[in-house]
Each structure stands twice: as structure tokens, then as C-alpha cells.
């Protein structure tokens, strides 16, 4: 069965303190990981694709990186605007009648950077 | 802003009754996936509909179906509601049918009581 697993579930940070949240999965066919950050009551927030193991995308303080196993995302110098519930999906295709590309996503980590 | 839209925002509803909610794809999309997150279950995939067809189900009660219209916005409709069926339900969207980003709307919050 397909599965997404994050870790930690929550992750306590001060200012400036840099981490790095996991994203580890079990699928058959994985087409795409993709990370989003979603704010309370918000909806998901599209922060990056990666496609294929080795590759790694940036955008201002964080950085992505995919395994064949596991993603991770970097947090470096993380500020208070940068709490939120962060992401993990991985995209599958179905077989058969189901040719759709669905995502899967984990249970998230929920990020709080302290001033 | 993700350009997808979603009516209404926040719903309050009594057990046994239907709802419709309403989605508006980004300009150009033609796919338009429904989600369903609960505080114990996380972000679930329901349905998915490509260019008014539906093309895959996910996790989604008999009580639940979804439509897409000719003009690509799509209705989630949930009739007989139950209490546990309360959550935020949010619609996706992106470009065609394969691998692209989906990128989602502000959601419909829907509390049964």
C-alpha cells in the first residue's frame, strides 16, 4: 500500500535556529514529490516539485532534496513567518480504468519558529 | 493567491441535510480534484474530473459525488450528512491530466451539528 510518513509531527525552532523536516515513502510508480505549506485554516500552499533522486530545489530559506526513499526539506535561519504546517505529497498513477495522477500526502509537521 | 476559487467559505449544517460546494479551476485548468481534511485523517484525495469527466475516485462516500460543468467549474455535492462528515474541503486544479503541480483553493470549512 502506498504510504507518506512525516517527521517530526512538530518541530520547535527559535529564530535563526536552521533544521530539516522528513518525508519518507513506500509507493509503486512515483511520479512526483511535492512539498506545500498551509497556514491555519488555509489551503495548501505549492512550494516545490522534485521529480528524480539527487535533485534539490531552493526558494529563499528553504531547499528541498529527493532520495529514492525519503525527501527532505532544509529550513536555514528560519523566521516567526515561516510557522505553519508543511507538506509532504507524492504523486501516483493509478492502473486500469484509473490512469489519474493522485496525490498522497502525509500527516505534515507542524513548524513554529519563536522570535 | 493560487487563482482557484471556492464558495462558500464556511458552512453550518444539520445532520441528515445536503450541501453543494463550489469550485472555479485556475484560468486554462482543466483538471479539478476534491480533498477532504479532518483533524485525525489528514489531506484525503475524493474525486478527480478532467475536462468534465471524472477520471478517478478516491476515498469518497456514495453519500458524496462531484460534477464538472462545461465550464470547468466543478460542485462537490454531500447529501445525508453525518457529524464526522465535518472538515474543510478543498478543490485543486492544474493544467491537464498528467504529472503537473495542482495547486489549491482557500477551502469550504463545513460543520454538521
Known amino acids: 500500500e502506498d504510504q507518506v510518513t512525516q517527521s517530526p509531527e512538530a518541530l520547535r525552532l527559535q529564530e535563526g535556529e536552521s533544521s530539516s523536516l522528513n518525508c519518507s515513502y513506500t509507493?509503486?510508480?512515483?511520479?512526483?514529490l511535492f512539498w506545500y505549506r498551509q497556514d491555519p485554516g488555509k489551503g495548501p500552499e505549492f512550494l516545490f516539485t522534485l521529480y528524480s533522486a539527487g535533485e534539490e530545489k531552493e526558494k529563499e530559506r528553504l531547499k528541498a532534496t529527493l532520495t529514492k526513499k525519503e525527501s527532505f526539506l532544509h529550513i536555514t535561519a528560519p523566521k516567526p513567518e515561516d510557522s505553519a504546517t508543511y507538506l509532504c505529497a507524492v504523486q501516483v498513477i493509478g492502473v486500469g480504468k484509473d490512469s489519474s495522477y493522485k496525490l498522497i500526502f502525509g500527516s505534515g509537521t507542524r513548524l513554529l519558529v519563536r522570535p | 493567491d493560487s487563482g482557484v476559487t471556492q464558495t462558500p467559505k464556511h458552512l453550518i449544517t444539520a445532520t441528515g441535510q445536503r450541501v453543494t460546494l463550489r469550485c472555479s479551476p485556475r484560468s486554462g485548468d482543466l483538471s479539478v480534484y476534491w480533498y477532504q481534511q479532518s483533524l485525525d485523517q489528514g489531506l484525503q484525495f475524493l474525486i478527480h474530473y478532467y475536462n468534465g469527466e471524472e477520471r478517478a475516485k478516491g476515498n469518497i462516500l456514495e453519500r458524496f459525488s462531484a460534477q464538472q460543468f462545461p465550464d470547468l467549474h466543478s460542485e462537490l455535492n454531500l447529501s445525508s450528512l453525518e457529524l464526522g462528515d465535518s472538515a474543510l474541503y478543498f478543490c485543486?486544479?492544474?493544467?491537464?491530466?498528467?504529472?503537473?503541480?495542482?495547486?489549491f483553493g482557500p477551502g469550504t470549512r463545513l460543520l454538521v451539528l
Open positions: 509507493v509503486s510508480g512515483l511520479r512526483g
Open positions: 485543486a486544479s492544474s493544467p491537464g491530466i498528467g504529472s503537473e503541480t495542482q495547486y
